[in-house]
């Protein structure tokens, strides 16, 4: 069964940093790009990040580029987010997604708050 | 920055047809995919590749874009279709970026 599962998120202050990772299992991890979506409580889908399957390549949202790195390890089969700097307005569930955002977990909360 | 936009929401009586569109500028020259998000739940992919649809997906649900807008057609749609639906594409500059358009209520009653 194709599987991503996220993890890492937590309540933190302001200016404070956050890792998240996304376990995959059920498919050929380093074959496909992955992709980090957020959903700000109420609001809609904001893509955040993206990174080819060989991890090369990475791309960011404005409102992220030079806080957020995204980066994986194939051998372990794991996506990763590190957040630096974070804000208030960085409140959100944060999901991964693979391929074409075909495949989704269920999310893991960040709350950027004092 | 680019956006795609969609309209905030359609309402339809159980049976009817529901439509959703959505507006790019660089919707001529990239594929258009649509996502379907319950409450308090993952989205789950519908359309991709503009009109293609995955494996599970019920054939009620299709997609077609023409220019600049993309348009997802639910025919006969279901109270278990009420959900939020979102476009999403890339633009054409070559940055790769994502954007996801602002989502469309769809309901069903």
């Known amino acids: 069964e194709v599987q991503l599962v996220e993890s890492g998120g937590d309540l933190v202050q302001p200016g404070g940093s956050l890792r998240l990772s996304c376990a995959a299992s059920?498919?050929?991890?380093?074959?496909?790009?992955m992709t980090w979506v957020r959903q700000a409580p109420e609001k809609g889908l904001e893509w955040v990040s993206a990174?080819?399957?060989?991890?090369?390549?990475?791309y960011y949202a404005d409102s992220v580029k030079g806080r957020f790195t995204i980066s994986r390890d194939n051998s372990k089969n794991t996506l990763f987010l590190q957040m630096s700097s974070l804000r208030v307005e960085d409140t959100a569930v944060y999901y991964c997604?693979?391929?074409?955002?075909?495949?989704w977990g269920k999310g893991t909360t960040v709350t950027v708050s004092s | 920055s680019y956006e795609l936009t969609q309209p905030p929401s359609v309402s339809v009586s159980p049976g009817q047809t529901a439509r959703i569109t959505c507006s790019g500028d660089a919707l001529p020259k990239k594929y258009a995919y649509w996502y379907q998000q319950k409450s308090g739940q993952a989205p789950v992919l519908v359309i991709y590749d503009d009109s293609k649809r995955p494996s599970g997906i019920p054939e009620r649900f299709s997609g077609s874009s023409s220019g600049t807008m993309a348009t997802l057609t639910i025919n006969g749609a279901q109270v278990g279709d009420e959900a939020d639906y979102y476009c999403?594409?890339?633009?054409?500059?070559?940055?790769?970026?994502?954007?996801f358009g602002a989502g469309t209520r769809v309901t069903v009653l």
């Open positions: 059920g498919f050929t991890f380093s074959s496909y790009a």
């Open positions: 990174i080819t399957g060989t991890g090369n390549n990475t």
């Open positions: 999403y594409s890339t633009d054409s500059s070559g940055n790769h970026r994502g954007v």
């Open positions: 997604a693979g391929g074409i955002l075909d495949v």
